[in-house]
């Protein structure tokens, strides 16, 4: 995750920190206790989803991965799940940002949105994170392909109810896209607390497809007088754009300028 290097933010006594997911608790010394910030990805190294026909992967199987670190690092690295579930027997899938502690992915809209009633009243949600990192050109299209991470995960989606327990996971929602600029900006209000809609998704079982290949061509194939090679994909974050109404004299903060030109 490239936000692993980024400065650490204030986290206020008994909540959760968004990187580990660990509570902070004060020392005798009546100071903040320090944390342990070793990426979850890293203590989930061992551990694995088990297989079933849900998250088996059938095509292309030796790009499968079933270790929740595999899992986690593609999920912390992308910004964007699409979410599917069935409604009225009919296919759904939307498109949702989201943040991850451990094995919870926690999401979130209007709560009047439609996504968040039918995901109330689902009992079974899949979503997906790829990331697409490369075009392979091979000599045919059969052989073509794409250097992608993938994973798909499914679930049982949860509402959250209580005020505290919902902003908490809202936080886990900003920081992942915005890693240490919850704790600069001002306290949510109730009635914006009250508006927004928030989804618990347990990680029940997953799966991820990772591929990195380069040309795989027939045997035949490479005698063709054909460029072949690979165009790479890269998703990357720029630099910052000053809003037209900034105060004079404001500039933006260690952790918001360590957010630009980085790659996903």
Known sequence: MWYKEMLLHLVPEGELCTRCGKRREKSNANQFAPMDHTP????????RYSVDKTNKVRRLHEKAAYDKKSVYEVLDAGLIAHVAFVQDDSPVVVPMIYGRVDDTIYLHGARK???IRLLEKTTRACLNVTLLDGIVLARSAFNSSMQYRSVTLFGTPVLI??????LQAM???SEHSMPGRWGELRAAHESEVKMTGVIALDIESA???I?????EDEDDDYAIPVWAGVLPITTSIGVLQD?????ADVEASDVVKAMQNRTL
Do not use: P
Not at 161 to 166: A, I, S, T, V, Y
Not at 211 to 215: C, E, L, M
Not at 243 to 247: A, F, I, K, P, T
């Open 40 to 47: 979850t990805a890293d203590k989930g190294m061992t551990e």
């Open 113 to 115: 949105a439609r996504v």
């Open 161 to 166: 109810e209580g005020n505290d327990e919902k």
């Open 171 to 173: 936080r886990v929602i």
């Open 207 to 209: 799966s991820a497809k």
């Open 211 to 215: 591929s990195a290949n380069g040309v």
């Open 243 to 247: 809003d037209e109404r900034l105060l």
